[in-house]
């Protein structure tokens, strides 16, 4: 049987309508959602099915929601094709679709990691509010040329680069002086490809502090186990089964740029021959075309 690694979305990925399905067919899925809208103290499915997009998108609404719907497509999967989850042998999540992966993996309980994504998705909130600030995806640039980029509009703020996904997609995060700045940069430079995030703030960079020691606050108030396989990790692109180890790099995660692109490759070297994406949308599908274009790639779909 082919060697597999299951795969879950982050922030972005999700949409008005998601999950519906699953909720009014799967009984599982809908036990998450009931038990989701029982500790956040509102009815999550009636938000990912009826939005308002402005609320689903919120930071700390469409963590929870994304992290419920991956893991109710997850059910949908486990009746569905049932002999795909023997053969995992890794699992990783892009940002906060790790926290996905570490409940599949049986690292972390289901409620136990609904607590922390909703603590995360506050906490990041709150930073993202009190600094103004964004991401912007840089397309179709190799990595020295968009870090040659970053350090001349740096003359405008802080700015970093804060997900490697794929050749030519980068992500830059920073204060909202230093996004227009390398905007304006780009367009200046015969129209090199600029697209703005639609999310709150820098993710993965220092802008996000305070966030990460509320996290750590969080973690520190569940338990971790080892993962039934390695959970890959944004933040060093390496397998990890220790729980303190896996503790401390969810912390780091938050100010760190997510190593995506690295963790593909490190999955193909180690001999993973099919790949799952669980969850709402297809950006992890988009992002693997560039890393393998002809590697197994199959969408399980919230």
Known sequence: MPRT???????????????????????????????????????????????????????DVSQPAIFV???????????????????????????????????????????????VVKARGEAMQVAAEATPSGMVAIIGLDIPDVEVLVSEARMAGKL????????????VSGSAAALEQIEQICQERGGIRASRLSVAGAFHTDIMKPADEKLATALAGVELRIPSVPVWSNVDAQPHTSPAEIRDLLVKQVVSPVRWDETMRGLLTAGVERFYEIGPGRVLAGLMKRVHRKADFRNVPA
């Open 5 to 59: 690694a299951f795969l879950f979305p982050g922030q972005g990925a999700q949409t008005v309508g998601m999950a519906g399905t699953l909720y009014n067919t799967i009984p599982t899925a809908k036990t998450l959602f009931d038990e989701a809208s029982e500790v956040l103290g509102y009815d999550l499915i009636a938000v990912c099915v009826g939005g308002p997009a402005e609320r689903l998108s919120a930071t």
């Open 160 to 171: 970093e680069i804060a997900n490697y996904l794929c050749p030519g997609n980068t992500v």
């Open 69 to 115: 719907a991956s893991l109710a497509a997850l059910e949908q999967l486990r009746i569905t094709q049932p002999t795909a989850v023997a053969d995992v042998v890794a699992t990783a999540g892009l940002s906060l679709g790790e926290y996905t992966a570490l409940v599949f993996s049986g690292a972390i309980t289901f409620s136990d990691g609904l607590k």
